[in-house]
């Protein structure tokens, strides 16, 4: 199985390929379900779309959990950027009064 790792701050985020996994198990067990099935046809085809909407379900309920995930690590990276950003201005900021009063010195 192929892991691929993300190093965010702190936080090491997994990526594996589940949601692949689940639609093979979906494929497979609704194969299986028909060769093996005790009931009739009407009945079979009747727990068949039971079990697609299940797995319609799962898979919106995945991908809203995936947008979420998204946007928190979305609004991490704004946050993390903007303390970047202020303390690079600081830096900045206090090279600044260092050159003005090294000047300052050497004029005097």
């Known amino acids: 199985m192929a ?8 936080l090491i985020v ?6 692949g996994y689940f639609f093979l198990g979906l494929g497979l ?9 005790p009931q009739s ?3 079979t085809r009747r727990l068949l779309k039971d079990k697609a909407e299940e797995g319609v ?6 991908t809203a959990d995936l947008q979420e995930t998204a946007a928190e690590a979305l609004e991490r990276g ?21 050159y003005r009063e090294a ?6």
């Open 103 to 108: 000047a300052a010195s050497e004029n005097d």
């Open 41 to 43: 046809g009407e009945e």
């Open 3 to 10: 892991r691929r790792y993300a190093r965010e701050g702190d």
């Open 14 to 19: 997994e990526d594996d390929n589940k949601l």
């Open 78 to 98: 704004k946050q993390t950027l903007q303390r970047r950003k202020e303390t690079l201005a600081a830096a900045v900021q206090a090279g600044r009064e260092a």
């Open 57 to 62: 379900d799962i898979l919106k309920r995945r």
């Open 29 to 37: 067990g609704a194969a299986l379900g028909v060769l093996f099935a």
